[in-house]
Every structure is written in structure tokens, then in C-alpha cells.
């Protein structure tokens, strides 16, 4: 298979800042002590797909004491996100990679669902495709993967409502290129999804 960059999109799991949608059910700290889990989960299931770089895209700041254990780790290349909305860091970072030359796949840390079998499933099919997508249930999806860029993916786009991946396969139509599509997957936004993480018991246990 030849060599990919996964680009993991990421939030510093600080109180208040992640999970903000979960803060009912689990509270600030619980928010952020899951989210924490899901970033770990994601970026082992990354590394352990072994397709080529692994990036780590984050945000507010690189140089918080948090990620400082990252810059240790010389399997994982620590970015920052641009500013702008979601669709403007997630189409900076596409961007960046793709210049390296590497087809990417650009991947949130909600989906437990992204195991290392899946991330190369969809790297195969990228390598066939111009795109390649991973829907969620809500609407969204919790997986891009592209060999080239196009702006329109990321731009005016509605995030966090359930009309994404519809505008995102549209806009994919209007450009004319070919994508493959995985079945629906879930990911961990509401409080009414926290009863998935049973199938996962790594990810109910262990703090930040």
C-alpha cells in the first residue's frame, strides 16, 4: 500500500473546552477526562495502522503543558490548526499535507469506530478514488480522505449539524469526483451516545 498522512483533527482536552455537549451528563471534568480517552484511542489506532505519517493537528496551543508528552513521541508529527472555523483549519491542514505529497485523511477523535483494520480499508479505497468518506449517524462524518483539494469541501459548511455529509458528497458530484463511502459509523457527541462506550471499555477508564 503506498504511504498516506492521517491528520488527526484534536482539541486539548481542558475542562470546558472539550466535550462541551456531554457536560450535562458527565460534568466539565468527566467531559474532559473522556475526551482525553478518545485522543489517546485515536491516535493508537493511527499509529497502529502503519500507513505512513501521523500527524496531530491540535488546538488552542501546541506548546500547552498537555501535549508536551506528544513532542517525545518521533512517531507523531504535532501541528497547530490554523484559525478560522473547523472548515478553514480542516482545509488548511488537507492542504499541508497534501503539498508533501501524500494522499491524507483527515480524522476527528469522536469515533471510536476508526480502528486501525478501518483506517486501512479506507487508505485501500483511497488509492482508487479521488475521496474517500466516513459518515456518522448524526449526519456528519468522522473521516476524509483526499488526493487532491478542492476549497468547496470545507467552505460554508454547517459543521456539527446533520447536513454535512449530504453538502459534502453534493459538492463531491459537482466536482466530478469519484469517492467510496463507508456504512454509517457512530461517534460520541450527546449524551444519549455514552451508552456505545460499553462496547469499549478502554475508553471508560483512566484520567487526564
Not at 503506498?2 to 473546552?17: F, Q, V, Y
Not at 469506530?113 to 482508487?128: C, F, G, H, N, S
Not at 448524526?138 to 487532491?148: E, H, I, T, V
Request: with cysteine.
Amino acid at each position: 500500500m503506498n504511504a498516506l498522512r492521517i491528520i488527526i483533527i484534536a482539541k486539548e482536552p481542558r475542562p470546558g473546552l472539550a466535550k462541551t455537549r456531554l457536560i450535562p451528563a458527565l460534568g466539565a471534568q468527566g467531559a474532559a477526562e473522556l475526551a482525553d480517552r478518545l485522543l489517546h484511542h485515536a491516535v493508537t489506532q493511527a499509529l497502529a495502522a502503519d500507513l505512513g505519517p501521523v500527524e496531530l493537528c491540535v488546538t488552542p496551543d501546541r506548546h500547552a503543558d498537555y501535549w508536551h508528552h506528544w513532542h517525545n513521541n518521533d512517531r507523531i508529527e504535532l501541528t497547530e490548526q490554523s484559525d478560522g472555523d473547523l472548515g478553514q483549519r480542516m482545509a488548511t491542514a488537507a492542504q499541508r499535507g497534501l503539498a508533501s505529497g501524500l494522499p491524507v485523511m483527515l480524522i476527528g477523535t469522536d469515533c471510536p469506530q476508526l480502528e486501525a483494520p478501518k483506517l486501512q480499508a479506507m487508505a485501500t479505497t483511497l488509492m482508487k478514488q479521488d475521496a474517500c468518506l466516513c459518515p456518522v449517524l448524526d449526519g456528519g462524518y468522522s473521516l476524509l480522505g483526499l488526493r487532491r483539494f478542492d476549497a468547496s469541501l470545507f467552505s460554508d459548511m454547517p459543521w456539527s449539524t446533520d447536513q454535512v455529509t449530504t453538502l459534502t458528497r453534493d459538492r463531491l458530484r459537482q466536482l466530478g469526483w469519484r469517492w467510496h463511502e463507508s456504512e454509517p459509523l457512530w461517534d460520541l457527541d450527546e449524551p444519549d451516545d455514552l451508552v456505545r462506550l460499553q462496547h469499549y471499555p478502554s475508553l471508560s477508564g483512566h484520567s487526564i
